[in-house]
């Protein structure tokens, strides 16, 4: 009888054990998840200002810069020229559990979003990003397009213009990155500067 409680106070242990295990795995996966989410969210987000700034370098400085973005998603380049929104900007999709921005409107992280800005006020690049509920998951977009820049002293205006070999649409899934400067030209009152970029 003694050996029979035993072995019962066992198997309860063990049951009770294992009930709490199958309880808490599903969470503590979901929560480990979600970590994972976070930092990925926030290295696109850093990613963008960093890609945006080694471009406004090599415009000025010329030369060529590298960048490697280690979170699964999709680079899409729209060079300059195309109609549409995306035109004359780099775009990332990817999907998180997570997000840093509200769901289906673009949010700008520069305050004047302006076709047209001021030259020694405001940025070339405008940096965005849209989150979009998906089932159980986001898909979480980010891009920086450019605009021009007039300088209100002399009407002149200044491009960074976005380039890919053929012109055309470029997509990747591997992140890497490689900017060069192309020519710079000027035609009337606007100076344009390529940035040609290699996916």
């Known amino acids: 009888m003694k050996g029979q409680t035993q072995v019962i106070s066992v198997l309860l242990v063990v049951g009770i054990t294992l009930a709490l295990v199958a309880t808490i795995t599903p969470w503590s996966i979901s929560m480990i998840q979600k970590r994972k989410d976070a930092k990925a969210v926030d290295d696109v987000f850093n990613f963008f200002f960093l890609l945006d700034s080694k471009i406004r370098e090599v415009a000025v400085s010329g030369g060529e810069q590298t960048l490697n973005l280690n979170v ?5 380049i729209y060079p300059d020229g195309l109609v549409g929104e995306n035109s004359n900007s780099i ?3 990817f999907t998180s559990k997570v997000s840093n921005v509200a769901l289906n409107d673009w949010i700008a992280f520069t305050p004047n979003t302006n076709q047209t800005a001021t030259l020694g006020t405001d940025p ?5 990003a849209k989150a979009v509920k998906k089932r159980d998951f986001m898909e979480i977009q980010y891009k920086v397009w450019y605009r021009d820049l007039i300088d209100r002293s002399n009407g002149n205006k200044y491009r960074i213009k976005i380039t890919t070999s053929g012109n055309q649409i470029l997509e990747s ?5 490689r900017i060069q400067r192309g020519e710079t030209t000027t035609s009337q009152s606007l100076t344009t500067t390529e940035i040609k970029i290699i996916i």
């Not at 699964?72 to 899409?76: A, D, N, R, V």
């Not at 070339?124 to 965005?128: D, E, K, R, T, W």
């Not at 899934?173 to 990155?177: F, H, N």
């Open 124 to 128: 070339f690049g405008v940096i965005m």
């Open 173 to 177: 899934t591997t992140g890497y990155i």
């Open 91 to 93: 775009n990332f999709m």
């Open 72 to 76: 699964p998603g999709k680079l899409i």
